[in-house]
C-alpha cells in the first residue's frame, strides 16, 4: 500500500529540461531542451530531428527580443520574431493532489486539474449546445517533474486531443551562455510576425487557460452571434484562442499574383450535372492528416492532389492497388525560394500551394509518407528519399476563376487545391453546410489550403463543395468540411489548381 505524500506546490524557477512532447493522434513526436532563466526572463528552445540534429532554436534574449533560428533545405538561418514566452511546467495552484500512483514502474506524485463549462447562454434556436471538459494530469517523481498529461479541447490546432511531455532530464541549474546571440543571429535582419512551434500550446495551458477563460467566452458568444441554420458549430482545440490570435490560421499560405497558366477545359454536361460526385466513394483517397503546430497547410494542399491522382491511376491499372501515402515534410524540408525572397514557399511558416505543384513539375522522384515521415518542423532536406518515380508531374495549372462547371472538370481527373478563408464559421464547423456570408471569396483573403475532392446536392441548401482539411480527423467531419458553391462561400473557386499526372516512361 501507496501512502500519499502531503506537499508544498512545487514552484519552478531556473532549470534545464530535456523533454519529448508527444501528439498520439497526430502520431507525432517533438524533442526539445528548454532552459528557463527565471531572474532574468529569458528562455530557450533547442529543437532536434530524429537524428540528434539541431534544427530549430527560440532565444528570449530579452523581453523584446527573440531569436529564432531555423533550418532552410541545407543550412541555418536566423530571423527576428515576435513571440510570448512558453513554460514547459504548469502552476499547480489550482491542481488538486491526487493519490500516488505508478507510471512505467516508477512511484509518482500525482497532481489534477479538471474543469467542465456548461455554456450559460440563451442557446435556443443556435446551432451550438456543448459541455467542455478539460483535465491535466501532471505527474513528479520526488521533486521532479516526469510527466505532464493535457486531455480535451484543446487549442494547439483544431480539435479534442491529447498532448504529452515526457521529462526525460530536468536539473535546476543552467548554462548562461545559451542566451548569448550566435553570430547568425547578430546579423539577423529578416523578421517574422509569427512562428508556430510545437510548444506554444503549453503556454496557454501554463496559464490556467480552462473554459472559463475570457477568450473561450468570448469564442462561445462569437458561435452564438452566428446563427446558421444549414450547419453546425462547437468550440474545439481553437476556442482558446482570441480573435486576433486566430489570424495564424489565416494567413498560413503566401499570397502572390499567380503564375500557373490557366487551362480551360471542354464541358461534360453529363459529368457537371451529377447530383454527387466524390472522389472519397470513388477510390485514391487517403487518411486525413495533421499538420500539427507548422504553417504547413500548402504542402497538405500540394501534396493532397498528387498522392490522390496517382493513387487513382494505380487503382485504374489494379483495383486492389495499396493506396499510397506521399510525404509533405519532403516538400517543407526541400522546397524554398532559393533566392531566399521568403515570398512563394517558407516552410512551417507559410508557402504556396500552386508554386508547391509547380515544384513537383521539376522533380525526377518522390517522397513516401512511410520513407520521409512527418515531423511538423523545418528539418534538413534529404534528397536521397525522393525515390518513387512510377508516375511523374507533367504540368501544374489554374483553374479558370469563379466557374462552377470548370472546377467540377477539374475534380474529373482527380482532387484539386484550392485557397480559402478562414472565417469563425469554417474554424469551429462540426457538421451540416457551410453557409457564411462572412467568408470572403476575396483573393488577397484566401489564407489556407485545402483539397476538394467532389460536390454533393442538398434538397435545401443547394450544391455544396466536399473539401479535405489537414486538421486531423477529429475536426469538423471525420476532417472534412461541407461548403455552399452558391455565392462561392470562403473563395473555393477563387484560386484552384491541379497537377497532370502520367506514368513515368520507362
Not at 343 to 349: L, M
Not at 463 to 478: F, K, L, P, T
Request: glycine share 6%; net charge negative; hydrophobic share 35%.
Amino acid at each position: 500500500m501507496f501512502i500519499s505524500l502531503v506537499l508544498c506546490n512545487p514552484v519552478f524557477g531556473d532549470f534545464t529540461a530535456k523533454i519529448n512532447f508527444r501528439l498520439p493522434y497526430a502520431n507525432n513526436t517533438q524533442f526539445f531542451t528548454f532552459v528557463n532563466d527565471a531572474a532574468n526572463k529569458r528562455q530557450y528552445f533547442e529543437y532536434y530531428n530524429q537524428s540528434g540534429a539541431v534544427i530549430d532554436t527560440h532565444l528570449t534574449h530579452d523581453e523584446k527580443t527573440v531569436y529564432y533560428t531555423r533550418t532552410e533545405i541545407d543550412k541555418l538561418t536566423c530571423q527576428i520574431v515576435k513571440e510570448e514566452a512558453t513554460m514547459v511546467v504548469p502552476d499547480l495552484t489550482n491542481f488538486t493532489k491526487m493519490d500516488d500512483t505508478i507510471i512505467d514502474g516508477v512511484l509518482v506524485h500525482h497532481y489534477r486539474f479538471k474543469s467542465i463549462y456548461m455554456p450559460e447562454d440563451d442557446v435556443s434556436g443556435s446551432a451550438y449546445l456543448a459541455a467542455q471538459t478539460y483535465q491535466q494530469d501532471f505527474y513528479m517523481k520526488n521533486e521532479i517533474p516526469f510527466r505532464w498529461e493535457i486531455w480535451g479541447r484543446s487549442n494547439f490546432d483544431s480539435h479534442q486531443d491529447y498532448y504529452i511531455l515526457d521529462y526525460i532530464t530536468f536539473e535546476t541549474k543552467i548554462d548562461a551562455s545559451v542566451f548569448a546571440p550566435t553570430d547568425l543571429c547578430k546579423k539577423a535582419t529578416h523578421s517574422l510576425k509569427h512562428v508556430q512551434h510545437p510548444a506554444s500550446i503549453i503556454s496557454l495551458h501554463q496559464q490556467q487557460s480552462a473554459p472559463s477563460s475570457e477568450n473561450f467566452k468570448q469564442t462561445v458568444q462569437r458561435l452564438l452571434n452566428l446563427k446558421p441554420k444549414s450547419y453546425r458549430v462547437s468550440p474545439n482545440k481553437f476556442s482558446e484562442y482570441s480573435a486576433t490570435d486566430l489570424h495564424f490560421l489565416k494567413k498560413r499560405i503566401l499570397r502572390n499574383e499567380p503564375t500557373l497558366p490557366t487551362k480551360p477545359l471542354t464541358i461534360d454536361q453529363d459529368f457537371v450535372s451529377q447530383k454527387h460526385f466524390d472522389w472519397r466513394i470513388r477510390g485514391g483517397i487517403a487518411f486525413v492528416k495533421d499538420q500539427v503546430a507548422c504553417g504547413s497547410c500548402w504542402t497538405f494542399g500540394a501534396t493532397g492532389v498528387l498522392e490522390a491522382r496517382i493513387n487513382i491511376q494505380r487503382l485504374k491499372e489494379n483495383k486492389n492497388a495499396e493506396l499510397l501515402s506521399f510525404s509533405e515534410q519532403s516538400v517543407v524540408d526541400c522546397f524554398w525560394d532559393y533566392d531566399r525572397s521568403y515570398e512563394n514557399s517558407n516552410g512551417c511558416e507559410g508557402g504556396s500551394s500552386d508554386y508547391g505543384l509547380k515544384w513537383f513539375t521539376t522533380l525526377q522522384g518522390f517522397a513516401l509518407q512511410v520513407d520521409y515521415p512527418y515531423l511538423g518542423q523545418n528539418d534538413f532536406c534529404k534528397k536521397d528519399l525522393f525515390t518513387y518515380k512510377e508516375y511523374e508531374a507533367t504540368g501544374a495549372y489554374r483553374v479558370p476563376a469563379n466557374d462552377v462547371d470548370q472546377l467540377k472538370m477539374a475534380l474529373k481527373d482527380g482532387p484539386v487545391a484550392v485557397a480559402v478563408t478562414v472565417s469563425d464559421g469554417f474554424v469551429f464547423y462540426s457538421g451540416g453546410i457551410l453557409d457564411d456570408a462572412s467568408c470572403s471569396s476575396e483573393y488577397d483573403k484566401l489564407g489556407h489550403a485545402v483539397v476538394l475532392v467532389g460536390w454533393g446536392t442538398d434538397a435545401e441548401v443547394g450544391e455544396y463543395w466536399i473539401i479535405r482539411n489537414s486538421w486531423s480527423n477529429v475536426w469538423g467531419m471525420d476532417g472534412y468540411i461541407n461548403i455552399k458553391i452558391a455565392g462561392n462561400i470562403c473563395g473555393v473557386m477563387t484560386d484552384a489548381s491541379y497537377a497532370e499526372i502520367i506514368k513515368t516512361a520507362k
